[in-house]
């Protein structure tokens, strides 16, 4: 059974930094792509970047130049830091998972088989 835990989260104020975390198990990391989600009050669930097995990666427009994600196959976690942060980013942010053999990744929800419970990120102007 997969297992995806997202940490990290939190209240911070405009300009400010966040790093979220997700670790997930019960799958082989290193043949998976991995995606960040984020879902805003009374907004749909976007896309905000993604990751492929050996590193591909895939940004939102509204996220390029701020956030950077990365993974560390050894720890089978994946990070995504968040810089200049804005009132806007505010959400949920949810990890995703997909085994797969391929490199490249998508920032498409129904592409993921694998969720976790999400982390707050509140950015107050």
């Known amino acids: 059974q997969v297992q995806v835990v997202e940490s990290g989260g939190g209240l911070v104020q405009a300009g400010g930094s966040l790093r979220l975390s997700c670790t997930a198990s019960g799958l082989t990391f290193d043949r998976a792509a991995m995606g960040w989600f984020r879902q805003a009050p009374g907004k749909e669930r976007e896309g905000v970047s993604c990751?492929?097995?050996?590193?591909?990666?895939n940004y939102a427009d509204s996220v390029k130049g701020r956030f950077t994600i990365s993974r560390d196959n050894a720890k089978n976690t994946m990070y995504l830091q968040m810089s200049s942060l804005e009132p806007e980013d505010t959400a949920m942010y949810y990890c995703?998972?997909?085994?797969?053999?391929?490199?490249?990744?998508?920032?498409?929800?129904?592409?993921?088989?694998?969720w976790g419970q999400g982390t707050q990120v509140t950015v107050s102007s």
């Open positions: 990751i492929g097995r050996i590193g591909d990666t």
């Open positions: 995703a998972a997909r085994a797969t053999i391929s490199t490249d990744c998508a920032l498409t929800r129904p592409w993921y088989t694998d």
